[in-house]
């Protein structure tokens, strides 16, 4: 092979000259074709060219706009909620109201029936109260000699009835400040009195009878 380019090596020159130079004649007589084209083109006048603004999302736009609000969505959703913290009210005790109703000064007896102590007459009305009022009676009470007794109670005048819970008695030479259970009180307006009497003739005191209402 090496022969062969040694033995033709000046033909093969020759050759590639003139290959070269019909190589460069045709490209410049199609250069010499083209250029009256060209010259046009960069003379005529070049379109500004139009921006379109449009405020209509395309499908491209909204794709991505929905998959953003769906991310967010989920966000939001895994998201700990706080823990609702629950308050506690703590209820408010009433207060209980007492209220005193005077039944008189009191009085005196050797009787060994029962007798009225004057001034203790008074009416009553639960209907004046709140449901569930208590209703009690109390006072000073003693007897003269220590070897006698004596007993006090409400009576019923309208009922004609003595008021049940509500006799008391002591023996003591000195005032004992006695109260009753709770009195039983028939419904509706009635009128009542404190009575008194001895055991056996020796003298019964009563002070500072009230009656003591509870709600």
């Not at 953003?68 to 005790?93: H, I, K, Y």
């Amino acid at each position: 092979m090496k022969e062969f380019f040694w033995k033709y090596d000046a033909e093969i020159k020759a050759i590639f000259i003139v290959f070269n130079l019909v190589l460069g004649t045709y490209v410049f007589i199609l250069y010499r074709m083209t250029l009256p084209v060209i010259e046009k083109q960069e003379k005529k006048p070049t379109a500004s060219p139009q921006i379109v603004v449009s405020d209509e999302c395309g499908d491209e736009c909204q794709r991505v706009i929905d998959e953003s609000v769906a991310q967010a969505t989920a966000t939001l959703s895994a998201s700990p909620t706080a823990p609702r913290q629950s308050v506690s009210t703590t209820p408010v005790a009433s207060v209980p109201v007492v209220a005193f109703i005077p039944l008189g000064s009191g009085g005196s007896t050797k009787e060994r029936d029962w007798i009225t102590l004057d001034g203790s007459q008074f009416n009553f009305d639960l209907r004046d109260y709140p449901a569930g009022v208590r209703v009690y009676w109390q006072g000073n009470i003693k007897a003269r000699y220590s070897h006698s007794r004596c007993y006090t109670r409400i009576y019923d005048e309208s009922n004609l009835r003595a008021v049940d819970f509500s006799e008391q008695a002591t023996d003591q030479t000195t005032f004992q400040n006695l109260t009753s259970q709770p009195l039983t009180i028939w419904a509706g307006e009635n009128k009542y009195r404190l009575e008194i009497k001895s055991l056996n003739g020796i003298t019964c005191y009563l002070e500072s009878p009230r009656l003591v209402i509870k709600y």
